[in-house]
């Protein structure tokens, strides 16, 4: 029996470093035949139609029921850590039954499942990246909770080996390697041609997806001083101008021409692609003459692994700079065409400009990221000035020496046949699964309270955690976005009271959901087949007014007990009443009041049930123009 993988990580079809981390990875593994795959894709919902393309199951990673995904929106950090995989990740394991669970991603976006009841029963890998010190906190905290502890880059093992975490290794991202290739002088320059580049062009090339951790200012300011230089220079961005910098205003800033900054265009209908001064989105075609088809290459379309490597071809030199990095897998493919890398010596960064890499380091300076406390670099503008000069003037055979050697040694170590091999001797090392996915339904489930009693505390910050630990029972830390997202709601003028009751009603919601009341507890066992039951939820008005029924109520139905339900808030109002004979809190399910009496095959926990507020408070119904006459005998049955 083939042993089954479900593998949590970015679509195999994202235009990511981790999507294409999968691509490669799970078609080595599914070349050789040996194993089920199941592909856990972020961001992506559970029955998404794209995600059929995969020759290997591939199913999302958030609800389909958009009333459910509206609910997990209104938490920025809930529907964030349901994007990595959280929210659906206990039913995916019970339905898919894994023998081997690989979990790849920064490690916030894992880090959920070390805690859960099967992690440790079945074979399981968090294969992540960390790309600052000092290391993550929950990085450092979980390590020893995680046999399989594998980080992407040297920079992040060798500091959680210091702090004792021995069993830490490095398994760098994959690449396919044989996509990646310097082309020919003549295929060279002909790509030139077709975009409009002279050969006399000297073009600086920037891989990247437009993060403020990319650090574009720096280039720009190194890149306007090496122009001064070398006038027919040129920087190719190949990158999304949707987000990010405005790399526009920060060129105008350096007097650099819009002209002599290059990015590449991806069309949408033909898929061809063109490298040019950037104009602006959906810009007509240039290949097939569709309107408003090109726009700027991105995560959701992009160029082809084939495309892109016809744009490295394009450049002369690569310079990635870069303020911290898990990987950075363009540098990876660059040194594959065999330029000449300049990076930024920190970091992932600094295994990159080892000895043998064919990468030049360029200089920094620390500074330290707010709130994180994380040290980040800002790397020296006029290291990347000095450098680019000295790739410049590079004689020719030493430029294609190093250019070799930075090829080869990717090849050495980031190419799928290597990492694929690596992952392949773990799998077929693992024992199959001996775990009892059904009983981990129970075991999972952690209760909230929302009643809990939580104090005013004036530090903020604190405040925040304390709603996180108090009311959902759970940890939590300034990195994450949720906290971020509670912090900047306070620093808006939000009131403490809304933000308290919105965890208040998570917390709730989360109880109804996994501890659901059970009515036959919440009743007398004596007055079985004498009960009714009023039902008012809210408001504190409503639920004072209905007060003065239940003298006539019981007046009526002397032989029966009356129960009345309303949310926990509203018991005070109704504590001393003498007719009343027990109170239950409201329950959604309540709504359906003929199950509650018997109906079909129901059990009867009530005799009779009034619920005036569904046709008040769910659906005004009693309005009447104002005419109606109101008998006072009348509202004791409604």
């Given amino acids: 029996m083939k042993k089954k993988i479900l593998y949590q990580s970015d ?51 958030l609800p389909d029921d958009q009333n459910q995904l509206a609910q997990l929106n209104k938490d920025p950090g809930q529907a964030r850590m349901a994007s990595y995989g959280a929210y659906l990740i206990d039913e995916v394991v019970k339905q898919e039954k894994p023998d081997v669970y690989i979990a790849v991603q920064d490690i916030w976006g894992v880090d959920f499942a070390v805690g859960k009841p099967w992690f440790d029963k079945i074979n399981s890998v968090i294969w992540t990246t960390l790309d600052s010190l000092p290391i993550l906190p929950t ?110 205003k920060l060129a105008d800033e350096h007097k650099i021409s819009k002209d002599d900054i290059l990015t590449t265009y991806y069309c949408g209908s033909c898929y061809g692609y063109k490298v040019k001064p950037f104009t602006g989105q959906e810009q007509k075609c240039d290949l097939c003459g569709a309107e408003k088809t090109m726009n700027t290459t991105n995560v959701g379309a992009g160029v082809s692994e084939v495309q892109l490597n016809e744009i490295y071809n394009l450049m002369d030199v690569y310079c990635h700079p870069f303020t911290s990095g898990g990987q950075e897998i363009p540098i990876q493919e660059a040194k594959l065409t065999e330029l000449i890398t300049l990076v930024t010596d920190y970091s992932c960064g600094e295994e990159q400009c080892e000895e043998g890499s064919g990468s030049i380091p360029l200089e920094w300076n620390k500074y330290v990221e707010h709130q994180t406390e994380f040290i980040k670099a800002s790397t020296c503008a006029e290291s990347i000035y000095q450098n ?10 030493q430029l294609e020496f190093m250019g070799k050697m930075a090829r080869q040694w990717v090849i050495d170590g980031f190419s799928v046949e290597v990492v694929g091999k690596i992952f392949e001797d773990f799998i077929d090392n693992c024992e199959p699964t001996n775990y009892d996915f059904e009983k981990q339904e129970e075991e999972e489930k952690v209760r909230n309270f929302p009643d809990a009693f939580v104090e005013n505390i004036p530090d903020d910050s604190e405040w925040i955690l304390s709603l996180y630990k108090k009311i959902l029972n759970r940890d939590n830390t300034i990195h994450d976005d949720g906290y971020k997202y509670w912090m900047q709601q306070i620093s808006n003028k939000t009131p403490r009271k809304n933000i308290e009751d919105y965890f208040r009603k998570v917390a709730k919601d989360h109880n109804d959901k996994n501890f659901p009341v059970k009515i036959e507890d919440l009743l007398d066992k004596e007055d079985e087949g004498k009960r009714i039951l009023y039902i008012m939820p809210d408001s504190q008005k409503d639920v004072f007014l209905i007060t003065s029924l239940f003298k006539s109520l019981k007046e009526k139905y002397p032989d029966y007990n009356l129960y009345v339900s309303t949310k926990l808030e509203n018991f005070p109002i109704l504590w001393a009443n003498e007719h009343i004979h027990k109170l239950i809190p409201y329950s959604e399910s309540f709504d359906n009041v003929l199950s509650l009496e018997g109906i079909g095959e129901s059990n009867e926990y009530f005799t009779m049930v009034f619920a005036p507020y569904l046709t008040t408070q769910r659906h005004s119904n009693y309005i009447h123009n104002m005419k109606d006459v109101i008998d006072k005998d009348y509202l004791c049955t409604f």
């Avoid at 680019?388 to 055979?397: A, D, F, G």
Wanted: proline share 3%.
């Fill in 388 to 397: 680019l000069l000295k790739v410049y003037y590079m004689p020719k055979n």
């Fill in 11 to 61: 679509s195999a079809l994202a235009k990511t470093g981790f999507g294409r981390n999968t691509k490669a990875l799970l078609s080595y593994l599914y070349k050789t035949g040996k194993y089920e795959i199941v592909s856990y894709c972020c961001g992506n919902a559970r029955s998404a139609p794209t995600l059929q393309r995969t020759p290997w199951k591939s199913i999302g990673t």
């Fill in 139 to 248: 990085a450092v905290d979980n390590a020893s909770k995680i046999k399989n502890y594998w980080i992407w880059s040297n920079f992040a093992t060798k500091a959680l080996h210091e702090k004792g975490h021995t069993h830490v290794k490095t398994v760098h991202g994959c690449l396919e390697t044989k996509n990646f290739y310097r082309l020919t002088d003549e295929n060279r320059k002909q790509l030139r041609a077709n975009n409009g580049i002279s050969d006399d062009t000297y073009i600086v090339g920037f891989v990247f997806r437009n993060q403020l951790r990319k650090s574009v200012p720096n280039l720009l300011e190194g890149f306007k001083k090496f122009q001064a230089d070398v006038p027919k220079a040129k920087l190719l961005l190949h990158t999304h101008w949707g987000e990010g910098w405005n790399i526009h």
